[in-house]
């Protein structure tokens, strides 16, 4: 599986969009980028996946560049619900799911 | 869609003592589920992969005979922690993949609720 690089923590407020991006430099042609929430003494749970240009769904957006070496998480308008862990994970038919670091995201009032 | 149950939620024990884990799928069949643990601000780290009817496969310094898992239906995986002692307090959280969209994506994960487990 392609290893991921992701900032180890990261600050916002309320209101604000949040970006958090993944390094992912060695990704295989057949690899997706998959992204996971994690809050304190909880699994994590699935938010977004893609494998080109961006995707959209009901609580975010991931933007891929054209050379797929990284991926970017976006959040919209951020709350203090959202302080929490953010994974990405990067490979297809995984038959493992190895987690990198993952980010921090402390949200303040 | 693609739930998965995880009890005990968490569990306080002796020093010595047997622990399991269950871990089902409420909607869907788990033909691989996957077993983590956490340490406190720790990422997870995957201790082992279950396929139904199988044994497991275990990761590199994972104890296979004191980490008994179970993977005997498409909707049931148990970890049984043997001989438990303090160091083996921990989150342990299971999981399962799945296809969101046939025929289009790559499998993602779902997660239990995790079990904390206490070795006093």
């Known amino acids: 599986l392609a290893k991921t690089t992701q900032p180890i923590s990261m600050d916002s407020y309320e209101g604000q969009e949040v970006n958090i991006t993944c390094s992912h430099n060695?990704?295989?042609?057949?690899?997706?980028i998959t992204w996971y929430q994690q809050f304190p003494s909880q699994g994590p749970r699935f938010i977004i996946q893609g494998y080109k240009t961006k995707v959209t769904n009901e609580v975010a957006s991931l933007f891929i560049p054209a050379d797929r070496k990284s991926s970017t998480l976006s959040l919209p308008r951020v709350s203090l619900s959202d302080t929490a862990v953010y994974y990405c994970?990067?490979?297809?038919?995984?038959?493992?799911?190895?987690f990198g670091s993952g980010t921090k995201l402390n949200v303040k009032p | 869609g693609a739930v998965v149950s995880q009890h005990p939620s968490w569990v306080i024990c002796k020093s010595g003592t047997s622990v399991k884990i269950e871990c089902r799928s409420l909607?869907?069949?788990?033909?691989?589920m996957f077993w983590y643990r956490q340490f406190p601000k720790q990422s997870l780290m995957l201790m082992a992969t279950s396929n139904e009817g199988s044994k497991a496969t275990y990761e590199q310094g994972v104890e296979k005979d004191k980490f008994l898992i179970n993977h005997a239906s498409l909707t049931l995986s148990t970890l049984t922690v043997t001989s438990a002692h303090p160091e083996d307090s921990s989150f342990y959280i299971c999981?399962?993949?799945?296809?969101?969209?046939?025929?289009?994506?790559?499998?993602?994960?779902?997660f239990g609720a995790g079990s904390r487990l206490t070795v006093l």
């Open positions: 060695n990704i295989a042609t057949n690899d997706y």
């Open positions: 909607d869907f069949q788990a033909t691989t």
């Open positions: 994970l990067v490979g297809v038919d995984f038959n493992k799911f190895y």
């Open positions: 999981s399962a993949s799945y296809r969101r969209e046939i025929l289009v994506g790559a499998n993602v994960l779902t």
